[in-house]
Every structure is written in structure tokens, then in C-alpha cells.
């Protein structure tokens, strides 16, 4: 099995965010507007949510397109966007490719994007 996109979210996600106070540096703040905009686009939310819906949590291309009512190239595109972005991984399985959400890369946006405030009584009331 080949997965594919777990790592570039670790690897390029900044470590204080915009709203912590402290300026956040350049390559950091390049880095999460990529991320962010490979989640900007209305097809792109839609097949999060589908993927993450999907029995199992996990979702072919050819489960994809019907629901979006876009071309397989096209989905296939989006995904590949997501998926370099390490929000996706994708596992490889024989001619299909399955995708699945990565939690830990949408955690990371969410507490980046949450001030630190905030944080602290989200983690409390835990």
C-alpha cells in the first residue's frame, strides 16, 4: 500500500499562529496561505466533506464525481491539490486510488486559526 500526504502536513505547517500575539515570519505564513487556499475553492470543501462522510471515512474518485457533478480529471485535480497540501492521504489499491481526511493537518489549521485565548478554553472544558 502506498500512502501519500501524511508528512507534508507536519512538514509544513507553522508552529505560532497569526493569532498568538507574535508575528508570525514570511516561509510560515506562505506556507499556511498554500494550505489555505488549497482550501478555498467550493469543490474542494465539498469532497472534504464527502470523504469524511463516506462509510469507512475513506472515498475512490469514481465515488467522487457523481455527487460533485465534475469530470473524473477534474476531481481527480482537486484531489491531488488536497493531497499535496497534507490534508488527504492517499492509498494506492490496485488500479483505484482510496482518499481519507488527516486529521492531524485539519486539527493544525483549526488551532492555528483559533485564538490562543480560546484555546485554552476549548482545552479546559475537555
Known sequence: ????????????????????????????A???????????????LRLLSLI??????????????????????TVSHHLRILTEAGLLEREKRGVWAFYRIVPAAIGTIADLLTPPRKRATKKSAR
Not at 30 to 42: F, H, N, W
Open 52 to 73: 469524511q462522510s463516506a462509510p469507512e471515512g475513506e472515498a475512490c474518485v469514481c465515488d467522487l464525481t457523481a455527487p460533485l457533478g465534475l469530470s473524473q480529471p
Open 30 to 44: 506562505e506556507r499556511l496561505a498554500g494550505v489555505l487556499k488549497a482550501l478555498a475553492d467550493p469543490a474542494r
Open 1 to 28: 500500500m502506498d500512502f501519500v500526504g501524511t508528512a507534508l502536513a507536519e512538514m509544513t505547517m507553522p508552529q505560532i499562529s497569526p493569532l498568538a500575539g507574535e508575528p508570525i515570519d514570511r516561509a510560515d
